[in-house]
């Protein structure tokens, strides 16, 4: 077999865009890279099932999953309609068949939790499109796209048919951008229940005011003394909220204990989205530890609290695969870092299940740039000897591959994988979005679809209607 020299520099240092965020990642050895493409063609899985969209697509997954109640579902870009269909397909599959009674995502805790009481027939809001309208911070797209709109729908439709309040399966947001919305939800809760608190929570929160409640300035300023932290105070506020719980929740009712629980959670994100900003001006491992430690912290806070209506709370998480593929298993380990799969699956050693997505080319829905207009982008072919080539090589176009079972122990070896966050820049391909693992330990199972489209957020771009041009225009040829 004769290996060019592109093909010997397959990988180097590089970066992987996930969620905004420069992810730098370690030069693989020599002989690691140059094993993975010898071993190409040679056929990793030989164990897997093929998807046809029928309704008994997943009864072999629910059989695997057995009795873990914590399942999490992954996708390696935050813009492909073929993943959020899947997801949306098995987590209904888990509701109705298994009983899960919450799905967690990687969105704003306030954010979510509108979309939450929409579910639950509660709020104010006539139809999904309107109770995900607080999702107003970029990427948009990753929660208003027709996709989580249809998912929300069907969740709603499937807690009205039981009349049990506790007993409806509710939406829930696990990550901590929402600074802002934050200490206005607390504020607002207080409000409700005990205005002279809520005067207390405006003074300590007047804090953020000389950088408009922007995280980033925030974190900028404090960390060159333009201004004081305000560690103590949103501690302060937090210690303060959970003093008044018995007082708060001696109202009966479990409306009024999810009531207290939303807000106790925002008045821990702004705790934790504290320190996060000041932490994004000390390095990146830090700051990345400090968002996944906290959705895992999150997730622990609410499987207890769903466990105070119902012993058997079993939740569904939706993130990307570089949260939800444990840690240890890829490079992110090297540097130090953890993530939420690695911390679930340390948390609930023997309850925990994890399902990761890949795909070899086609279209994605994805900037250019942080903050960017969403585009409708081609998805390049997968690099030659990675995962997603080998699976190509099996010639099917919708499968799903246990890792640990007999016949795929090749998944076990060190190759390389896709990562496409909210930016794709296909021009820096090789160096922008690819890593190394091993997909037997990172993954339960993995669910591969060759070709996939983009996703349609609901409000369409002139550049997302255009679509990226073919590589032959303008010839053609």
Known sequence: MVVSKADEELTGQGLVIECGFQVEFIRSSHNKVMKMIATRSSGIVSNYSLLSGDATDYKGLLDLIGDARIVLIGESSHGTHEFYRERSRITQELIREKGFNAVAVEADWPDAYRVNRYVRGQGKDRDAEQALQDFKRFPAWMWRNTDVVAFVEWLRAHNSADSTEHFKTGFYGLDLYSLRASMEAVVAYLDTVDRRAAADARYRYSCFDTFESDGQLYGHGSTVNIAAACEDEVVEQLVD?????????????????????????????????????????????????????????????????????????????????????????????????????????????????????????????????????????????????????????????????????????????????????????????????????????????????????????????????????????????
């Open 241 to 477: 909220l959970r003093n008044r719980q018995n007082e708060i929740l001696s109202r009966d009712g479990w409306q009024a204990r999810d009531e207290y629980f939303f807000a106790e959670r925002n008045a821990q994100l702004v705790v934790d989205a504290e320190r996060y900003y000041r932490s994004m001006y000390r390095g990146h491992v830090s700051s990345w530890n400090l968002r996944d430690t906290h959705m895992v912290e999150t997730l622990d806070a609410l499987d207890a609290h769903l466990q105070q209506e119902s012993e058997n709370s079993k939740i569904v998480v939706w993130a990307h695969n570089s949260h939800i593929g444990d840690a240890r298993a890829t490079e992110m380990s090297r540097r130090g870092e953890v993530n939420v799969g690695q911390l679930v699956r340390e948390l609930w050693p023997t309850k925990a299940f994890t399902i990761g997505f890949t795909t070899h080319n086609g279209r994605v829905t994805a900037a250019s740039e942080w903050g960017g207009p969403a585009e409708r982008k081609r998805v390049r072919p997968a690099l030659y000897g990675s995962y997603e080539d080998a699976f190509h090589l099996q010639h099917e176009p919708l499968m799903m591959i246990p890792t640990g079972a007999p016949g795929n122990e090749g998944l076990g070896a060190y190759r390389h994988e896709r990562a496409i966050g909210v930016i794709y820049r296909p021009e820096s391909e090789r160096t922008s979005h690819w890593f190394h693992a091993d997909m037997r330990s990172q993954f339960d199972v993995v669910i591969h679809i060759d070709t996939t489209t983009a996703l349609q957020p609901l409000e369409r771009t002139s550049m997302w209607d255009m679509g990226e041009p073919p590589e032959t225009y303008p010839s053609g040829l």
